[in-house]
């Protein structure tokens, strides 16, 4: 999956979930949409066409350059068990908790730092604690 060849699908019948995940990241996205380059992960980060790439932004900023933030493009695959699921999930708490799972794990497949990695992994022993039963 190259999360830079896949084009915008449209919000594939996911209007309510998007509008959702806008409200729930705020200010931390651009905004939220579907697309068709992700076949395995759940979801992506992607920056606007008009913005530079974070590779780039990774190898200024460790030349010194000072660099504005970039807000990026949360995309969602529509046809991930998990997307379908968040979908599903009508308990606001576990929706916010699993949406900023899923926003977490988009910024460490593109190599980005965690703000915060103790509560991501927190919300993530305890999702896996309820699929072991426990």
């Known amino acids: 999956e190259d999360p830079a060849d896949g084009e915008e699908t449209g919000d594939e019948g996911l209007t309510d979930l998007i509008e959702r ?3 729930t ?3 931390q996205v651009e905004t939220v949409r579907t697309s068709q380059r992700l076949t ?3 979801a992506c980060l992607v920056v606007s066409e008009d913005e530079m790439g974070m590779q780039m932004r990774r190898i200024l900023a460790q030349a010194g350059q000072s660099l504005p ?3 990026r493009i949360f995309e969602v695959n529509a046809n991930h068990p998990l997307v379908t699921r968040l979908d599903a ?3 606001e708490t576990r929706f916010e ?3 900023k799972v899923l926003f977490d794990q988009a910024l460490l497949a593109e190599g980005s730092q965690l703000d915060d990695p103790a509560t ?3 919300n993530l022993n305890e999702f896996l604690l309820e699929v072991a039963g426990d």
């Open 21 to 23: 995940l806008k409200t």
């Open 25 to 27: 990241f705020g200010d």
């Open 40 to 42: 395995d992960s759940p």
């Open 69 to 71: 933030d970039a807000k």
């Open 89 to 91: 999930e009508e308990d």
């Open 97 to 99: 908790r699993l949406a």
């Open 120 to 122: 991501f992994v927190k």
